[in-house]
């Protein structure tokens, strides 16, 4: 079975661009995070669906972050405008449902925000 | 809220030592606890999860302790090897939520 699919691996992007991540999950889960890892800050969540449906937004994130799933079976990221703040590693994850924790990792997308 | 502390951040071991990683969480309601696998390059894989307190889980080569009275976590990987070399992080829930407060990671590395 395919794992989590993260597109593009490597991001460039110069101040107040719009930049959008993609992700797949593995077939048949029902919960999807998106996470931001950076060294300081270590591993933040961004965002989390079940079945779909958005559970968590990110508090904090909210302002210039924005996660969709249009269909179980791809989700996207979008920063608008980024900031070089916002340069990290974004990380895709799904579960299937009732797996609490059990996460299934994506290899990530790092973004450089120049 | 829930707090994870873990240490050391780094660690550097030779092939066939032991290397043990804590993590110390502050909440009571914490409930079920896990280790990831972080390897360059790559997102983190899940090494174990528990939930019974004092319970010892063994995984290949490595030992997982979780001690509920004292709100501490270990991993403890009996005799490292290269491909053990890695960033390791643990991770708690509060009761049984689906949000993972992770700790800062330690950086293992193993010298063959």
């Known amino acids: 079975d395919a794992g989590v699919t993260q597109t593009p691996r490597h991001e460039v992007a110069e101040k107040g661009q719009t930049i959008i991540l993609k992700c797949e999950p593995v077939?048949?889960?029902?919960?999807l995070f998106w996470y931001r890892q950076t060294k300081i800050q270590g591993l933040e969540l961004l965002s989390y669906f079940r079945s779909k449906s958005l559970m968590e937004d990110g508090g904090a994130f909210k302002d210039r972050f924005k996660a969709e799933m249009l269909n179980s079976s791809f989700s996207t990221l979008k920063i608008q405008p980024t900031e070089p703040k916002d340069s990290a590693v974004y990380l895709c994850a799904s579960s299937p449902q009732g797996f609490t924790g059990q996460l299934y990792f994506g290899e990530g997308s790092k973004l450089t925000v120049l | 809220g829930e707090q994870v502390e873990q240490r050391p951040p780094h660690l550097s071991v030779r092939e066939g030592d032991s290397a043990v990683i804590i993590c110390t969480y502050t909440?009571?309601?914490?409930?079920?606890f896990f280790w990831y696998k972080q390897e360059p390059g790559a997102g983190l894989q899940l090494l174990m999860k528990?939930?019974?307190?004092?319970e010892i889980n063994e995984g290949q080569g490595f030992t997982v302790l979780l001690n509920k009275k004292d709100k501490q976590l270990s991993l403890n990987l009996t005799a490292a090897h290269p491909g053990d070399s890695a960033v390791y992080f643990c991770?708690?829930?509060?009761?049984?939520?689906?949000?993972?407060?992770f700790g800062t990671g330690t950086s293992l590395l193993v010298d063959p």
């Open positions: 077939s048949g889960h029902n919960d």
């Open positions: 991770a708690v829930t509060i009761n049984m939520g689906y949000k993972l407060t």
């Open positions: 909440d009571p309601n914490s409930y079920y």
């Open positions: 528990v939930f019974s307190s004092t």
